[in-house]
């Protein structure tokens, strides 16, 4: 059974930082495209961050880049998200979700990165306040 578990969430000032954890099993974990995915209550999901695990590669939403870290830990099947100078605007329930190779669908449409997600985790609230 795929699981996907996401911890690390909660309340922080403006400016602060936090880093979110998504634990997975069931599946292959250094061969699968992981990302982060996050929406905002009225607002559509969107990408935040994303990483090819195959071949490392990177990709980011344009307001958070330079701000925000993914990274994988292969040994622990874990992927995440270091959040720097958090703003009140990433105040959001933050999804992690896997993709199964190919990855065809990996890199960015409209301005966001983007992916196929077959399997997603529960999410966990990221809150910032002003």
């Known amino acids: 059974e795929v699981q996907l578990v996401e911890s690390g969430g909660g309340l922080v000032q403006a400016g602060g930082s936090l880093r979110l954890s998504c634990t997975a099993s069931g599946f292959t974990f250094g061969r699968y495209a992981m990302g982060w995915f996050r929406q905002a209550p009225g607002k559509a999901r969107e990408g935040v961050a994303l990483i090819d695990n195959s071949n490392g590669e990177t990709y980011y939403l344009a307001s958070v880049k330079g701000r925000f870290t993914i990274t994988t830990d292969n040994a622990e099947n874990t992927v995440y998200l270091q959040m720097n100078s958090l703003r009140p605007e990433d105040t959001a329930v933050y999804y992690c979700?896997?993709?199964?190779?190919?990855?065809?669908?990996?890199?960015?449409?409209?301005?966001?990165?983007?992916?196929?997600?077959?399997?997603w985790g529960r999410g966990t609230q990221v809150t910032v306040s002003s």
């Open positions: 979700a896997a993709e199964a190779p190919p990855h065809h669908a990996l890199g960015y449409f409209a301005g966001q990165p983007t992916m196929r997600g077959d399997y």
